[in-house]
């Protein structure tokens, strides 16, 4: 493996890990856009507490606008937070943790789409179960951060059917909402569709939309961590089967139309895109490390960097 792998570093410019003092610090692109000496660092295990701790936090900041939004309009009472605010606040902090935290894990934030990007072929089964567990934990501790800053207000966040709503059709229409949502995640991350940062735009106006129609029939969830850091805080279960089933449905669906659409697979696009670009143009590090070259160098010039 080392072998071919020297190999191709070689053809594609790079000089082999070890070969000289400073190849440890440099960088030099393996196809395109690839760094030789990072191109496997997604699957390093030394980075995967890194992407897990990407997912909770970001999870944590969802959860703690979708619900906080809530809880602060309870306390102060009358229209302190304005409905329009409270459904799309959510799709703006969404498309600003793709915009700032995306390369690092893909910002699934949702079981539902890390079940959709596995089911795709676009994210490794094995690493699906503990994206789930950091999801749940950053879920959980956001109503827990509100209980504490401002105490429990209202209905501390649960999503239910609305009034007159039943159960079952506040699955259906999380499932229909989910479809959506699945849809354009799995449209924005594959092939000529594929818009890296700008994918935030569109996801983010989804769930906008979704929010301002859809909200009042079922909340407009279709995030099971979002609906079970509430429920799970308040142990609270009522209808939360509801948005763990409907959401997962959804899933499903969205990944069959995007086989109709695209066929199988998102391809090196979308697998990009779910599984985050940790190794990619990743160049961590202080001021004054020295930095790939944007294109291959001579080794006299590698000699003298």
């Known amino acids: 493996m080392h072998a071919r792998l020297e190999v191709a570093m070689v053809e594609h410019g790079a000089t082999p890990r070890g070969t000289d003092p400073g190849s440890r610090h440099r960088t030099r692109s393996v196809g395109s856009p690839d760094a030789a000496l990072r191109a496997f660092d997604f699957w390093d295990d030394r980075y995967e507490g890194r992407r897990l701790f990407s997912e909770l936090f970001g999870t944590f900041l969802l959860v703690l606008v979708a619900v906080g939004g809530g809880m602060v309009g309870a306390r102060f009472g009358g229209s302190a937070v304005p409905y329009g605010a409270l459904v799309v606040a959510p799709a ?100 000529a569709q594929q818009l890296g940062p700008i994918a935030a735009l569109g996801v983010g106006s989804y769930i906008a939309l979704a929010g301002l129609w859809g909200s009042l029939v079922s909340g407009a969830s279709m995030n099971p961590a979002r609906s079970l850091g509430p429920a799970l805080v308040l142990e609270d279960w009522a209808s939360w089967w509801a948005y763990l089933l409907g959401p997962l449905a959804g899933a499903v669906v969205a990944v069959g139309i995007a086989f109709v659409l695209r066929g199988a697979g ?14 990619t143009d990743w160049q961590p590090g202080p001021a004054g490390t020295p930095q790939a070259s944007p294109s291959p160098a001579s080794p006299a010039d590698a000699g003298r960097q």
């Open 92 to 191: 703006l902090m969404v498309a600003a943790i793709i915009l700032f935290m995306g390369a690092v894990s893909g910002a699934h934030l949702n079981p539902a789409v890390t079940f959709a990007f596995a089911l795709r072929g676009d994210f490794p089964w094995r690493r699906v179960p503990a994206y789930l567990v950091a999801q749940a934990l950053g879920a959980v501790l956001a109503p827990l951060a509100l209980w504490a800053l401002i105490g429990r207000q209202g209905d501390a966040g649960l999503t239910l059917p609305g009034p007159g709503i039943s159960t079952g059709t506040a699955l259906v229409w999380e499932a229909v909402l989910t479809v959506g949502l699945v849809s354009t995640i799995l449209g924005v991350s594959s092939g």
């Open 266 to 279: 998102g391809g090196r696009s979308g697998r990009t895109a779910a599984q985050g670009s940790l190794g």
